[in-house]
């Protein structure tokens, strides 16, 4: 048997953190109990303040050296962080990780984001998702349709497209319903009564959908019409290229 352990960890990116371990870990399926891609093997949590981040996506960078991207950005370079793990396995399938468990690493400071690492990093965890367009004209509902590609898999959209579908998910997502990020979501429902503060929720609204990676900034214009039915429009300046996508939606009647 051959034993496993943490050796060290880097931020690569304000995201990524890279692990390098003492050997080969099993890395064959990212749904196994202890397979080095499962993101459920490892926690990631930052010292200063005992956040425990969200690893949501695993990638192998060699043999013994691991990306681990986290749905929050860490803290700045000053600010130590840990990863760890107790389940991970060696490359027998068999072997539990021992000590070092865990390993510590600092922050990302602002010149670090410069670096071919890191770039590397954002290539590789590039946002996409399904694509789903609208159903059918005459369809009252945000509901999608899955589009195959001629090679018979399903077709992934990224960049604007998919920054509006983001946004509106966060639009409509009641707080709590994604268990792994609790702060998640605005809860505007079709056709259900919307907070009276607008002032208060154009802000919520601009603080939510700027946590989305790709986001540089968010402003949100809330109108409502003489039936009392509100609008809410958002102008979304993308990081990478600068772009601006808009976004409307109209949630229901305001209280």
Known sequence: MTAISIS???AISTNTVRVTLSSEPQHQDSAADGDALNAGTWVVERLDS???FNVIGVAQFDITNFDLLTYEPFGPFLVSHQVSSVSLLAADGTTVI????????AG???SALATPEAKAATRRFAVRDIS???APAGLDSLAGTLVIGPGGDYVNEEGPALIRKLAIRRLITRPGEFFWAPDYGIGLGEKEPVPANLVALAAEIERQIGQEPEVETARADLTEDASGILTVQVRITLKKTGQQVDVSYAPGVRL
């Open 8 to 10: 060290s960890a880097l």
């Open 50 to 52: 005992d956040l425990e």
């Open 98 to 105: 021992s000590s070092p468990t865990s390993a510590t690493f």
């Open 108 to 110: 990302v400071a602002a």
């Open 132 to 134: 789903n367009p609208p």
